[in-house]
C-alpha cells in the first residue's frame, strides 16, 4: 500500500492520527449502517415478493372473470361496456425515509373508507348501466378496481427495493475504500513518519555522544 506524501514531523504524525481514528469511527458507523439496511432490504424484498404474487394472482382471477363475462354478454355491448371511461382517481405521491433513503409512498385518497373491500374512493361503481350487461361483467369489473391499490403498493414497494439495493451498493464501496484504501494507507504512512522519527532521534544521540566524546 503506498503511503501518502507527508513530511514525516511530529505535527504531520499528530495530524494522520487524528485522520485515522475518525476513519476508523466511520468505518464502524457505515459497517453498522449498510449491516442494518441490509437487514431491512430483505424485509421489504420479501414484502415485494408476496405482494407480486398476489397481484399476479388476482391479475389472473380478474381476467377469467373477464373471460367469463364476455361470455354472457353480447360482444358489442361488452366492447361498448367496458371501454367506458371509469370514475377518476387521485394519487398522492409523498416520501418515506428508510435509513435516509426517500422512497415514493403512494396513497388514495379516501381508500381507508374502502379497505375491507381494497377499493380506492370513487371507484366502487361500475361506468355503465345497461340492462344487457350481467353480473359477471360487474364483478369483473369490481375485481379490477380492487386491484389498483394493490398495484400501487406493488410499485411502490418495488421502487424502495431498487433504491435501496443501489445505497447498498454505494454504502459498500464507501466501507471498501475506507477499509481496504484509506486505513491501511493511514497506517502504513504513520508507520513511516515513526520510523522516520526514531531513525533522526538514534541519529542526534549518535551525533550527541561523538560530541561528547571529543570535549
Known sequence: MARLNVNPTRMELKKLK???????????LLKDKSDEMIRRFSEIVREAKRLREDV????????KRFSVAR???PAYEAETAFAMPATAISAECDVESIMGVDVPKISLPGAEDNESEGVAAGATEVPYAFPEITGEADEAVKSAYTLLPKML?????????????????RNKRRVNALEYV????????????KDKLDE??????????KVKSKA
Open 18 to 28: 487524528a485522520r485515522l481514528s475518525t476513519a476508523v469511527r466511520g468505518h464502524k
Open 56 to 63: 399476479e394472482s388476482e391479475i389472473a382471477l380478474t381476467l
Open 71 to 73: 361470455s354472457f354478454t
Open 153 to 169: 403498493k406493488l410499485a411502490e414497494t418495488e421502487k424502495a427495493v431498487r433504491m435501496l439495493a443501489d445505497e447498498i451498493e
Open 182 to 193: 484509506m486505513i491501511p494507507q493511514l497506517n502504513e504512512t504513520i508507520k513511516y513518519i
Open 200 to 209: 533522526n532521534e538514534r541519529a542526534s544521540i549518535v551525533r550527541l555522544m
